[in-house]
């Protein structure tokens, strides 16, 4: 029943789109293809090719006039050797659904694949979905159907999904001034892995939570959420954002995130199977603050600083960002400088020689008319101890493309690299990008 619900509901999309000669519709498809090689030392000589395809589509005021339907997928196809897994072509559909969109209390339905972001529910499914608003300022949402298994563990037959996945958000409002939410997600029993020394490391999918909006004054602007693992019994997330902007052209923030890995992960059977043998405990707490400046219209400049807390360790990073933008975003550039500073134990394998300290340091600029595109994009990282005997690690990107037509074009990436893995890393990407809209009668926009 489940992988019928998966192809009945892309199908009726797709019977839906022929009707947009009659409805507005947008198609969006995009065509990479990468060439790359890999010699390292040691390994075999191997060359990469594969073409992947994204293709997206929108079609708006169906029936009568409510109704839409969306569709984006992607496929894979390896012209040469395998790039990823064991298979020369792979796709997925990332959404497909119907959406119905009432005419009263910004009512609305949906049916198919489609992702769900609801407070703290941020989840994939192929099923139904609806939401309404209801009096005095409350709101009610919910969402029920079959979970979508993505994920490919080596030597077991499950992703450690359930079958079966549902909830939904309640939620008051008082203008623009607050909102409160309450959310939550219940998946089905999670299968138990084939590997036995797994058993105890995850466990089922179900999560509670709390959000908040507030805005007392225009200037002040609080918000954030909190999760709770109903399965493992803790806290999964404090994720909280303040905003204040005291004058017109300077915006100041502070944020501070929680994270307790296994409460966040503990229905992640591939975390658990990655984690084998270290601390599926660990916990990580970040602070922050940053301040942003429009010197002009053109210009503006940030400064910002986080604090890293995690079992392990303890890091502090620190920069600046300035930014560059004509009136009609034809030319956008920047420069940015960075410091991450670490205590020995960061690194990922903590030892007297190691370190995770670097500078960071970027500059970038693209520029974009009715004939052409372009963009150049370096970033250096500066490692204050070697790696692998390396300082650095250097990536440049420079892309050129054309507009064919104003719905057609044609573009390519070639990057180089060098860093403590390859010392010459030469990748070029070629893409083809198609967008059109079409009006009421297949009058294209």
């Known amino acids: 029943m489940k992988y019928a619900v998966r192809l009945l509901f892309p199908a009726l999309c797709l019977a839906a789109f022929p009707a947009c000669v009659l409805a507005d519709a947008s198609v969006d498809s995009t065509t990479l293809l990468r060439i790359y090689q890999d010699n390292r030392s040691g390994s075999p000589s191997q060359t990469f090719a594969p073409v992947t395809q994204f293709l997206g589509v929108d079609v708006d005021k169906l029936g009568d006039g409510n109704l839409s339907a969306h569709l984006l997928g992607w496929g894979r196809l390896d012209l040469a050797d395998q790039s990823f897994n064991d298979d020369h072509a792979a796709g997925s559909l990332s959404y497909g659904y119907l959406q119905y969109r009432f005419g009263a209390a910004n009512a609305q339905a949906r049916a198919g694949r489609f992702f769900i972001h609801e407070g703290i529910v941020n989840e994939q499914l192929d099923g139904v979905s609806a939401r309404t608003d209801l009096p005095y300022g409350f709101g009610v949402s919910a969402f029920g159907g079959a979970t979508v298994h993505t994920a490919h563990i080596p030597g077991?037959?499950?992703?450690?999904?359930?079958?079966?996945?549902?909830?939904?958000?309640?939620?008051?409002?008082?203008?623009?001034?607050?909102?409160?939410?309450?959310?939550?997600?219940?998946?089905?029993?999670?299968?138990?892995?084939?590997?036995?020394?797994?058993?105890?490391?995850?466990?089922?999918?179900?999560?509670?939570?709390?959000?908040?909006?507030?805005?007392?004054?225009?200037?002040?602007?609080?918000?954030?959420?909190?999760?709770?693992?109903?399965?493992?019994?803790?806290?999964?997330?404090?994720?909280?954002?303040?905003?204040?902007?005291?004058?017109?052209?300077?915006?100041?923030?502070?944020?501070?995130?929680?994270?307790?890995?296994?409460?966040?992960?503990?229905?992640?059977?591939?975390?658990?199977?990655?984690?084998?043998?270290?601390?599926?405990?660990?916990?990580?707490?970040?602070?922050?603050?940053?301040?942003?400046?429009?010197?002009?219209?053109?210009?503006?400049?940030?400064?910002?600083?986080?604090?890293?807390t995690r079992d392990i360790g303890k890091a502090d990073?620190?920069?600046?960002?300035?930014?560059?933008?004509?009136p009609d975003a034809r030319l956008?550039?920047?420069?940015?400088?960075?410091?991450?500073?670490?205590?020995?134990?960061?690194?990922?394998?903590?030892?007297?020689?190691?370190?995770?300290?670097?500078?960071?340091?970027?500059?970038?600029?693209?520029?974009?008319?009715?004939?052409?595109?372009?963009?150049?994009?370096?970033?250096?990282?500066?490692?204050?101890?070697?790696?692998?005997?390396?300082?650095?690690?250097?990536?440049?990107?420079?892309?050129?493309g054309y507009h064919l037509t104003p719905s057609l074009a044609l573009s390519g990436d070639l990057s180089y690299g060098s860093n403590p893995q390859y010392a010459n890393e030469l990748k070029g990407l070629f893409r083809l990008s198609y967008a059109m809209k079409i009006a009421g009668k297949g009058d294209s926009k």
């Open 317 to 326: 990073r620190f920069g600046a960002d300035l930014r560059y933008t004509l």
């Open 156 to 308: 077991e037959n499950s992703d450690g999904k359930g079958d079966g996945i549902f909830g939904g958000r309640a939620n008051y409002r008082y203008g623009g001034l607050l909102e409160l939410g309450l959310s939550g997600v219940y998946e089905t029993k999670a299968p138990a892995l084939a590997d036995t020394s797994f058993a105890g490391r995850f466990g089922d999918h179900r999560l509670v939570g709390v959000d908040i909006f507030l805005s007392p004054f225009r200037m002040l602007q609080l918000s954030g959420h909190t999760s709770f693992n109903t399965a493992s019994q803790g806290v999964a997330e404090d994720c909280y954002l303040l905003q204040l902007k005291p004058v017109e052209k300077l915006t100041l923030s502070a944020d501070f995130n929680e994270y307790h890995d296994r409460d966040i992960f503990y229905s992640s059977a591939l975390f658990a199977t990655l984690l084998n043998g270290n601390n599926l405990n660990a916990q990580s707490r970040t602070f922050g603050a940053s301040a942003s400046y429009n010197l002009n219209d053109q210009v503006d400049i940030s400064l910002d600083t986080k604090h890293y």
């Open 332 to 400: 956008r550039a920047g420069l940015s400088y960075h410091y991450l500073l670490t205590s020995p134990e960061f690194a990922i394998i903590p030892s007297s020689s190691a370190s995770g300290s670097f500078y960071e340091m970027r500059g970038y600029a693209m520029r974009d008319t009715k004939n052409y595109f372009a963009s150049l994009d370096i970033i250096d990282y500066i490692f204050k101890k070697d790696v692998e005997g390396r300082g650095y690690a250097l990536e440049a990107t420079g892309s050129l």
